[in-house]
């Protein structure tokens, strides 16, 4: 069930029989000559849909389209918030879902930028040591990647690129481009986009739907399992 | 052109032949007995989304489903965020798109309240005072009220109905509401949704998808008259 | 009762008695070319003044000379404090007040801009949500408006400048200005002052102290009420 | 001048002859049993006029009657704001001040309190740092302590009380009373007010108009001086 | 005993026998041609190990070596901070400390600024306002002052030189310079170092290592005063 | 060099030679039941003098014993300060030592907790974004557990146990105890210690003051290794 298709009565009810909602959180960002600008919003979206298909009373929040950017934030067509900015946004989302009476709650992070994942962190910590609820948050690009786990595979890499092969393969465009992650050590950049000379790290020369097919199932299968075994 | 569909390269070029963004900002918001919770959202993208098809190069930027809110903040099914966190949000992605190349932006509301419009406002002012940039904003539910102008009728009411009996038929539930705006004069309410004892102001009998299409229709010629005259 | 002109023992006496106080909210605002700076000013302290004579245990409390301007806000003359600064001090002598024992107050903007208007009800809701006490919040100018009802009337316009000839005559200057409000659409303006090319709004050719009078006593009677009505 | 009683165009000629602005900041605080509650409003307002009718193009600003409160802050009719919103106070006038043009500005406080004192200081140093502007910044109640020199005399005592039997006699009431000042060593007190066991400090049977308008003469001359001296 | 230099286990057992911690406040501020530049750090850190040495179950907290400069923050080797991370940090380790059981705490700053001072009571109030503890808050430099009474004396002068003396000889350099604190009235400066045209105020001919130890023992005397008198 | 005990003058002559500065970040929190709760400030305060003493003018600024803590946040003996506090302060202190004209800074973290890295990146981020200096940033937990690679061994592991005792032996208690890191998968959690039933993670039963300083020459020739590579 999304939550923007049903009535104010719809969720109502549903929270009466202890539903559990999950916030999928995407990003807006360059990723790579092939892959749409959308891609870190199509994945958790994607995520969230099937699982609340396959699961019992699980609603799905909208989707958040914008992130919190670091090595990719001058990089065209990258639009997104400050980290600020995306704290405030998940705190006020789970005060407002905790106070409709949602006591699960999952945060599904399709962009996985260490900023990012901490500003999301620092919310859900706040939020749960004031309030009596259960969350649990993590990327779905960590949770594929633990499964492929392909040597030098990344941002916009082999795994990205098949995972939207199979969600939105109308928007795969052009050849499959081979990219390095060229480290800076521990410098702190100016423009963190230095270490992405081709946009995006990986071999995506055997990217299929199939294979994304694979990590999909893989990812709605796991995340099932964390809202049956962590959120009861 | 939906942003999120488009690749790093293909927006570099949309900025490079002076690209328009139009930004739609929608809600999840209780909208009564009958409407969908997404129904501010569903209402500016599409129009959005419209204008885009009917206007060069204008990129729709993905939509930002959660606004503030005054009246239903404690109703079921409403999920919104802060006057500061929706400020900081407009701010950000403003400052983005302009960092990005873009000069001329298109804010679209989905949802009126005074408190939101304000806070977008405040954002829209402060950027347009540091940076070269035009930025035309309203909502699109204050451009079909000005143009159908149906006394007593209000949030969830005639216009927004037929509006989503054309874009989203398949949500609108049940029989059609007749709900009256309650005033408490200049008294500040702690829970604003005693205003509306019906969950929503205005009669529903009489709407209908045409009646809606034609709103629709007269909404997308305003935004496109709005970006030929105001952003020229 | 002015507050100011009262010893600390006066006010708890007075709060004893179950005291209503009265916030007047000024500006330093140009006004066009025939009215003082302080206009904003004068209005809500002189109603707030009357309001007290003529109704039992009503306290005034110190009139706070500074608003949020938009428009005016490059325009000589206007001194002003921004957004946050303004939401700020409202809530920080609300709950001053509240920790006094005052449990009914009224607050009275004699500046009535949008965002301006806007802090005010942010801060005052946001104390109304948390503490046990009744506000009464309004714009002098809005009230003063619809009992007027002049067409095109505004800023410093027929209505504002009756109100001062009778509050403040000496200091009405020269001849009696005519302006028009020129709208620049959705456009979100650097300079709002564009929309004032002759520095305020209305034909004021008609103006005078008898017909302020009139305005004023209205407006004094119509807070009476709302002290009486909705604050018991 | 009083700025609120020019018009827009008397404030940018006056502007333009490079005027120096005074600007009053007073406070609501509870002053003992014989004082009223607006004494550190009325002194430096009432020096500033002065000071602007001996001297040659000094406008006086709208007096703020709010200030930052510690030892009074629980006693009954201080009215205050925090220590962050008097600091953006003052920071926001003094942006808007220099934004019209004004290049001397004196502020000076009633109200004598630390922290008041320090986020007064903390604004205009911030904006001293980054503006072409000079600014001088004092209490009248320093002023007029250092020239009196009363042993033990203090807030609501000898010296404020005659100012104010010069200023405002109709406002003093009943007896003139003596109080003594206890310390608490360096405890941090939850409310200082205890330091005050009878609401003031000092010995005040001697007051008289006659010693308070020596003070006053005093000080406007010693304001005067700086104005001359300090800021040119 | 030094916090850092315990176990948590330690910590735990002192805790619940009721332990006393003295958090220390140093600053990195330039302290004349002859001081090092962490004059302000040595001497409360030495105070505090002292007085925890003489006294039962006091503990003494990291010391934190940076504080907030007005005077020598443009002097070279002055790293300091801004008022309200000050304020922030010492209401941080307040809320820790009052977490971990501890009700008695006393706070030494070496560094005496008024904003600094001021920064570091705001926090102190606001938490003694809230919790159940007791704080006492004062300077090191503060209660030497008072003891010595050198006249003009200050900042790196007669009495901080022979302090250092006593607790650093090895740092103190060259000749013994003499200083004269240089008064710009109330003109708010852009750049407080003018006062001190030879870095810093006071005659340090006479400086001793035995003047030092005098004055160090009292003060030690004198916080073990305080801990006995008004935390009891 | 350790910049507390340099004078003003010495830091400036530094600054004109090309100084590069060495920032030491540490904490204050439980280490398990053998290692002192200065355990993450006297590691990098160790590394950063020793490379002092190995390189060409590289000054040691005081360490900051307090950092952001999540997993043993409510663990005796923890004291630490916000997310929001330790951005500030590193923000703080580096735009005071660009102010000095240092363009060359190294902050060595003790503590590695992904929250308080996130932080102090911030931190850095946003100041080379705007200023013209060269940051290096780094834990030096991090450094030393890239070289040993020790399979399961974590907070107050072997390697740190190790560290102490070559830096620190005095202060290592007791037993050698053996901890396991217990998952609780992405579960946001009230009290992260739950993960740390030992109060650490690894087995430090061969822990040795030899291994330790393996550990430490090591990080010490990485991190001068940073200062002539990433920073030149």
């Known amino acids: ?28 960002e360059a990723h790579g000559p092939h892959l749409p600008l959308g891609t870190d919003t199509f994945q958790p979206e994607y995520v969230a849909e099937r699982v609340a298909e396959m699961n019992d009373n699980v609603l799905v929040a909208p989707v958040m389209p914008y992130g919190q950017h670091s090595s990719m934030r001058n990089v065209a067509g990258t639009i997104g918030i400050s980290f600020d900015t995306l704290r405030a946004f998940v705190t006020d989302v789970l005060n407002y879902l905790i106070a409709d009476g949602i006591r699960r709650i999952v945060i599904i992070s399709g962009h996985a930028g260490t900023s990012h ?21 993590f990327s779905d690009y960590d949770i ?16 990205e690129t098949s995972r939207i092969l199979d969600i939105r393969p109308d928007l795969v465009r052009g050849a499959r481009p081979v990219g390095t992650y060229k480290s800076h050590g521990h410098l702190v950049l100016r423009d963190g986009s230095v ?25 709605v299968r796991a995340v099932s399992e964390i809202i049956r075994e962590d959120l009861s």
């Open 144 to 159: 594929a990647s633990e499964m492929t786990n392909v040597e030098n595979d990344g941002h916009g890499g082999l795994v």
């Open 117 to 137: 994942m901490c500003a999301i962190t620092e919310a859900c910590r706040a939020v749960v040591g004031r309030r009596d609820v259960r969350i649990a948050f």
């Open 195 to 219: 270490c992405f000379p081709e946009g995006m790290a990986g071999d995506t020369r055997d990217s299929t739907p199939e294979f994304g097919k694979e990590i999909n199932d893989y990812v």
């Open 1 to 28: 069930m999304r939550i923007d298709e049903m009535t104010s009565e719809d969720f109502r009810e549903a929270v009466i029989k202890g539903a559990t909602v999950i916030l999928p959180l995407g990003a807006t």
